[in-house]
């Protein structure tokens, strides 16, 4: 299934803004630009020039900026064998959860619930597999919304960020693993976009995969405009220092790979 990136040039250069507390015009100041000519970057005429003055200043790649400016970054990643993504709409906009399941045992565990959990229900029956565990990225409204209905439907545990607590939801450790047949799961702390924010580092299906919620997206990160920083060192220790070929499936928006992002990421190239 392929997804339009969650944010384009103008959310990108927004959020980097936001992030570094940066006014309209001092931007543009430290840039060498006119207001002008800001304003017009951030409306959606991308011209190179604008690009290659404001990105560094917010700490971003220009080329790749440019290159999702231009709509030129697709990363084009499969859903991974084992892993079945649920893409659910939510006000004006899609929000993904994920069921990772043993093919022998068929044990399994969910990563959030997303807005609607008709299909997971669905496909929990016709593929015959049992939730052993149900484990929260964060606690957006978003990617909980079915959070009592699956609990009730499953019966499965959930358990959440200790920092973001939520009644019936039992807080886990950072150093806490969960396992579901042949499936384990271990977890790194990619809090900023939300207080307690965790990213969920999957083995036992045929490739690396790390489940990271709002952390980062294909092309893009979280917003964590108190914390801007250390969500992006987060992001560079926990995430983008896994093996190159992991595929990293974010709350919004397609699937990626460590590669892709540190490559084409703007935040990280």
Do not use: C
Not at 63 to 82: F, N, R, S, T
Not at 86 to 99: I, K
Not at 216 to 229: I, R, T, Y
């Amino acid at each position: 299934m392929d997804l339009s990136l969650e944010d384009g040039a103008s959310d990108i250069i927004n959020k980097a803004q936001r992030g570094l507390h940066l006014a309209d015009s001092l931007l543009a100041e430290k840039s060498g630009i006119t207001l002008d000519a800001l304003h017009t970057l951030k409306a959606g005429t991308f011209s190179p020039k604008a690009i290659a003055a404001v990105a560094p200043v917010l700490g971003l790649h220009p080329d790749a900026l440019q290159k999702i400016a231009d709509g030129q970054y697709v990363p084009g990643v499969a859903d991974p064998e084992g892993l079945i993504r649920f893409v659910t709409p939510y006000e004006d906009f899609t929000v993904n959860s994920y069921l990772a399941y043993d093919e022998q045992t068929r044990e399994a565990i969910l990563f959030d619930t997303g807005a609607d959990a008709s299909e997971l229900l669905a496909t929990l029956t016709r593929l015959d597999l049992t939730v052993r565990h149900l484990l929260l990225t964060h606690t957006h409204g978003d990617h909980i919304l079915e959070l009592d209905r699956v609990m009730e439907k499953t019966g499965a545990a959930a358990f959440g960020p200790a920092l973001e607590p939520l009644e019936g939801v039992e807080p886990f450790a950072e150093n806490a693993s969960f396992s579901a047949g042949k499936i384990s799961v271990s977890l790194r702390p990619t809090h900023g976009h939300s207080p307690g924010g965790t990213t969920f580092v999957i083995a036992g299906l045929p490739m690396p995969v790390a489940i990271v919620g709002d952390s980062l997206f294909a092309g893009s990160a979280g917003g964590a405009a108190d914390v801007w920083q250390t969500a992006l060192q987060n992001n560079r220790t926990h995430i983008l220092s896994l093996p190159p070929e992991t595929v990293l499936a974010p709350g919004h928006g397609p699937l990626t790979t460590v590669a892709l992002e540190k490559a084409s990421n703007p935040f990280f190239a």
